[in-house]
């Protein structure tokens, strides 16, 4: 398994500038989070799924759009650039989400994002 | 959810056992305590979790005070490749919602 990828590694945007990052897993987990790191800071839950078709909005969901049609695949879209969204996305899954084993979330190697 | 409470920054020999604490004093019955660590710039990665008993895996132990009010995770012998930020998180068999992460504890083997 190559369990949790995201793509890409690194980008640089300009201001206002749109793109999307994309996640992919191979657990055939139902749970799919993204999650933003500032420097120096914890992470914190942009948006979440719990299955192809269903989204919630995390604790940070501003400037951010996403959408699941795959149990795999869970891209996370930035509308309109802005410098605070400079930060170190990792994107997550999990068997489930309450609580116990299988709640064990596997992260992604982070795309670090920089907007200028 | 209930909130946990780490201390910023630890520091421990290479070859010695590291004893990070956390205090969870609001937890309830049927949340679990997670142990995840991040090392500079890569994911989180799990490392244990546990309910009420002590936990032992390959990479670390967690052992739970009888009212579970806190919790001490263990790397019983610690090397240079074990320095990273630890996150201390509980959550329950109630929750929807994906873990939260709090700052954690940043450690720092020492040669």
């Known amino acids: 398994n190559a369990g949790v990828t995201q793509t890409p590694k690194f980008q640089v945007l300009k201001t206002g500038q749109s793109m999307t990052l994309q996640c992919a897993q191979d657990m055939n987990h139902e749970y799919m989070s993204w999650y933003r790191q500032d420097p120096g800071m914890g992470l914190r839950l942009i948006h979440y799924s719990v299955g192809a078709g269903i989204t919630d909005q995390g604790e940070v969901p501003n400037g951010y759009n996403v959408s699941r049609s795959t149990t795999e695949d869970f891209p996370l879209r930035l509308l309109s650039a802005a410098p605070s969204q400079t930060s170190v996305y990792f994107c997550a899954s999990s068997y489930s989400l309450a609580g116990g084993p299988g709640d064990t979330q596997y992260f992604g190697p982070g795309t670090r994002l920089t907007v200028l | ?111």
């Open chain 2, 1 to 111: 959810d209930a909130k946990t409470t780490q201390p910023t920054s630890m520091d421990c020999a290479e070859g010695r056992a590291a004893n990070l604490p956390c205090n969870h004093s609001t937890i309830s019955g049927n949340e679990y305590v997670y142990w995840y660590r991040q090392i500079h710039s890569q994911g989180p990665q799990y490392i244990i979790h546990g309910l009420k008993n002590n936990e032992t895996n390959e990479m670390a132990s967690l052992i739970i005070t009888e009212d579970r009010k806190s919790s001490t995770l263990i790397l019983p012998h610690a090397t240079l490749r074990d320095t990273a930020v630890y996150y201390c998180i509980v959550d329950g068999l109630s929750g929807n919602t994906p873990l939260v992460f709090g700052k954690g504890t940043r450690l720092s083997v020492i040669a």
